[in-house]
C-alpha cells in the first residue's frame, strides 16, 4: 500500500522542475513524466534489475507501482492533456476542457464539475480508512 501511494503521486514530482527550473513555461503535463511510456520503460528496468538480482518476488511492488501510476494519468487525462502514445504520436488526449474562467489559474479546476471526482476519490478513501480503523480496534 505504501509503495502504491508513493508511487500515485511520482508524476507530479515533475511540478519542482516546472515551478524551479521551466519557469512556468510548458504545461507540466507535456513532460516526459507524464507520458506512459516512462514509467513503463522505468518499470522494465527495474524488472530486469530485480530478475538479475534474484529478488523476483519484489516484482509485485514494480507492479503496484506501474499500476498507481497508470491510475494518476488516467485520472490527469479527465481534465488535462495526457500523450498516452507519447513517442508514437503527440497527440494529447482528455475528456474534458476545463475553461479560464478564473485568477489564479488553479481556481478553474477548483470550481470545475471534474473537481468533484477527485473530492469524491478522497471522501471514498477516507471512508474506507475510518471504517478499517473502527472496525479493528479491539474492545
Ligand atoms: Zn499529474
Known amino acids: 500500500m505504501g509503495v502504491a501511494l508513493a ?6 514530482v515533475d511540478l519542482a522542475y516546472f515551478y524551479l527550473i521551466d ?10 513524466t507524464h507520458t506512459p511510456i516512462f514509467w513503463l520503460a522505468i518499470a522494465g528496468i527495474l524488472a530486469v534489475g530485480l530478475i538479475a538480482c534474484r529478488k523476483s518476488s519484489w516484482l509485485i511492488f514494480v507492479a503496484m507501482g506501474l499500476l498507481s501510476i497508470l491510475l494518476h494519468l488516467v485520472l490527469d487525462t479527465v481534465a488535462a492533456d495526457i500523450r498516452w502514445l507519447y513517442p508514437f504520436s503527440d497527440r494529447a488526449f482528455n475528456l474534458v476542457q476545463v475553461p479560464a474562467l478564473y485568477q489564479p489559474w488553479y481556481l478553474n479546476f477548483l470550481f470545475h464539475w471534474t473537481s468533484w471526482i477527485e473530492l469524491a476519490i478522497c471522501l ?5 480508512f475510518l471504517k478499517d480503523i473502527f472496525q479493528t480496534r479491539p474492545q
Open 23 to 32: 519557469q512556468r513555461r510548458h504545461a507540466h503535463h507535456d513532460y516526459l
Open 124 to 128: 471514498l478513501g477516507i471512508s474506507i
Open 7 to 12: 508511487c500515485s503521486v511520482l508524476p507530479d
